[in-house]
Each structure stands twice: as structure tokens, then as C-alpha cells.
Nanobody, 116 residues
Framework: QVQLVESGGGLVQAGGSLRLSCAAS????????MGWYRQAPGKQRELVAT???????NYADSVKGRFTISRGNAKNTVALQMNSLKPEDTAVYYC??????????WGQGTQVTVSS
């Protein structure tokens, strides 16, 4: 079974940048689309960005122009570059498959805290 481990979160001031990484214990090449999600306290988990095996990307309106999702060369990694961070970006960030049928167990996630 695939295990997902997120890393790269931390505390950053508004306007700063962070790069999140997701490492899978097995190849995720066969998964059509991978995505980054986030969940703030008291709110539902929301989809932030997705990337397909063909390289097509999609972003939530709230992060367009600021975040960039990409796949690593090893076929088992996916990254999220976050620029111009805002306090409302504060959340626990997770990676997983976009399609429900491809979902693995949710990992621990990585905390991103943006101060004002």
C-alpha cells in the first residue's frame, strides 16, 4: 500500500514563500492525477491544485498566480511551490490522488502558518 509523507511546511510571514514536497512509498506514475489539499481549523478539506501525468495543471481560484504544482523525476514525488503567501493560506496541507478511486490513506500533512 502507498504511504504519503508531506514535508516543507513551517511558519512564514505574509508575502513569503514555501515549497512543499510529497513523497510516496511506491510509484504514483499510474495515478492519472495527483493533487494538493489543505484544511484549516473548523473548515472542510479543499482542493488546492492538481497535475495529471500529461502535465496539465489546475488551481483553485484563491491560489492562481501564486502556487505552482509539479511532479518529480522519480515518479514518486509531487511538489507545491507557494509564493506571496497570505494569512488565509494557513492550514494543514496534504497530498493525494485527485480521483477518489485512486485515493490512499491520508497522511499526517504538513502545517503551514502565515503570520500577518
Amino acid at each position: 500500500q502507498v504511504q504519503l509523507v508531506e514535508s516543507g511546511g513551517g511558519l512564514v510571514q505574509a508575502g513569503g514563500s514555501l515549497r512543499l514536497s510529497c513523497a510516496a512509498s511506491e510509484s504514483i506514475f499510474s495515478i492519472i492525477a495527483m493533487g494538493w489539499y489543505r484544511q484549516a481549523p473548523g473548515k472542510q478539506r479543499e482542493l488546492v491544485a492538481t497535475i495529471t501525468n500529461s502535465g496539465s495543471t489546475n488551481y483553485a481560484d484563491s491560489v492562481k498566480g501564486r502556487f505552482t504544482i509539479s511532479r518529480g523525476n522519480a515518479k514518486n514525488t509531487v511538489a507545491l511551490q507557494m509564493n506571496s503567501l497570505k494569512p488565509e493560506d494557513t492550514a494543514v496541507y496534504y497530498c493525494n490522488a485527485d480521483r477518489t478511486r485512486d485515493r490512499r490513506s491520508w497522511g499526517q500533512g504538513t502545517q503551514v502558518t502565515v503570520s500577518s
